[in-house]
């Protein structure tokens, strides 16, 4: 019997999803007790108030957490969230399933989330600058190269690794890129790294269509999100000459049957910022969205958008998980019960991001930069191999791909603990 003894300080919703898929899994392998409890609850967590000075010489204290779920298979790694329904649960959940997307695709970190109880929307850039810098500073014991690295994630980009950058750099009084990736190019970010998520996704998306058969050229897609992951996924899906049939914001989405001109919607969120009104197609909601008939569906927004109301009216015939953890425990259930929709897994589907980083620190702490063609042709090369080993498991043990890719990862963080050793 399992005995951990842990408060309700994780508690929610989406921790609750992730503990039931790590139990799910650990169950299906036979994980030892003596192994288990370790696996499966976070090593360490950080809380900080981040007070920052306002254009209006006001002050607002703002909330941030940092939460390192396994630190035995090396540096933590996983990204840091700005958003206004952030919570320690939501991060707990996101950083351990960082520690099995390492673990599946052969990366040599542990895994770990950030987040910020902020709407990024809502600050001005010098506002969010204060906030980022001191986000660094308040964790700056905590991170660094080879202790936990962070990266972007929802409602973060390349600016703002920057400055957190500038900010630990400024700290230990030499530049040190390594500390986190996803920067600007200059300040040592790698070449694809911005399209990363996005362009592993599609090329999963291609690789499973021809598992399954289907030409690409003839598969409908819709996105759900139109951020970093699902705009860049619509745009190497288009390239590889998909029809992309509806997108979505924050603010709704937008349908045309005929297909959506990607590189003029971008255009459009250049200067309208949201892609409500965008002329090339109709309104539709994000709700809507999601039970399209489409080939391809790309969840790329936030968890638990796929849940038991929506699951049974799903009319995709492939679900690639772009963001992490959209599909709820009972709708992964009502899914795989119906048996007509194959799935690609998050920690499979958006790893693409976290390799490209780990290329990133590589460049960095070697000093030594790749080109483009390069980081995708390795970029691929690693998720081809993910695939393999995710689709061998399934045959092997008659598992889902979801529960053949946590076991995997799993497996890996657990083995690596077991070998350490327990101190004292
Ligand atoms: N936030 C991304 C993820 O969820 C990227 C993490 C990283 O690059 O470290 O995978």
């Not at 998909?242 to 937008?254: E, F, Q």
């Not at 090369?381 to 393999?388: F, P, S, V």
Request: net charge positive; glycine share 10%; proline share 4%.
């Amino acid at each position: 019997m399992s005995k951990a003894i842990i408060s309700s300080l994780y508690d929610s919703d989406v921790f609750k999803m992730a503990c039931r898929q790590f139990d799910q899994a650990a169950d299906a392998i036979s994980l030892p007790d003596a192994i288990r409890d370790r696996t499966k609850y976070p090593r360490r967590c950080m809380a900080v108030t981040l007070p920052v000075r306002r254009i209006d010489g006001s002050v607002t204290v703002f909330e941030g957490y940092r939460v390192q779920h396994n630190v035995s298979t090396g540096p933590s790694k996983g990204g840091i969230r700005f958003h206004q329904d952030v919570t320690i649960g939501e991060v707990a959940a996101l950083a351990m399933w960082m520690s099995w997307k390492c673990s599946l695709v052969g990366l040599p970190y542990g895994g770990a989330k950030g987040g910020v109880i902020v709407d990024p929307k809502q600050l001005s850039e010098s506002e969010l600058e204060h906030l980022s810098r001191r986000y660094m500073q308040e964790m700056v014991n905590f991170l660094g190269p080879h202790t936990d690295v962070p990266a972007p994630d929802v409602g973060t980009n390349e600016k703002i690794m920057g400055w957190m950058m500038d900010t630990y750099s400024t700290h230990v009084g030499h530049l040190s890129p390594a500390v986190v990736t996803g920067k600007p190019i200059a300040l040592g970010g790698s070449q694809g790294r911005r399209e990363a998520t996005g362009a592993g996704v599609a090329y999963l998306v291609k690789k499973y269509l021809e598992d399954m058969k289907i030409p690409i050229t003839k598969a409908t897609v819709a996105i759900q999100g139109f951020g970093n992951v699902g705009s860049e996924t619509a745009l190497a899906l288009e390239g590889y000459g998909a029809k992309i049939i509806a997108i979505s914001d924050y603010t709704g989405g937008v349908y045309n049957p005929k297909g959506i001109n990607i590189k003029k919607a971008l255009a459009y969120l250049q200067y309208a910022k949201v892609l409500k009104d965008f002329d090339g197609a109709e309104p539709i909601s994000n709700e809507a969205l999601l039970e399209l008939k489409c080939t391809v569906l790309v969840p790329a927004a936030l968890e638990r958008v796929i849940h038991d109301k929506n699951a049974p009216k799903l009319k995709c015939r492939l679900l690639a998980e772009g963001a992490n953890g959209p599909t709820t425990n009972a709708a992964d259930k009502i899914l795989e019960q119906r048996g007509d929709i194959e799935i690609i897994p998050d920690v499979l589907c958006n790893s693409g991001g976290v390799i490209v980083s780990y290329f990133e620190w590589l460049q960095n702490l070697s000093s030594f930069y790749w080109g483009r063609d390069e980081v995708l042709v390795k970029l691929f090369a690693m998720l081809d191999k993910a695939k393999e080993s995710v689709d061998a498991q399934q045959r092997k043990f008659k598992f889902s791909r979801r529960l053949a890719a946590l076991t995997l990862g799993i497996a890996r963080v657990a083995e690596a603990k077991g070998a350490r050793g327990l101190f004292p």
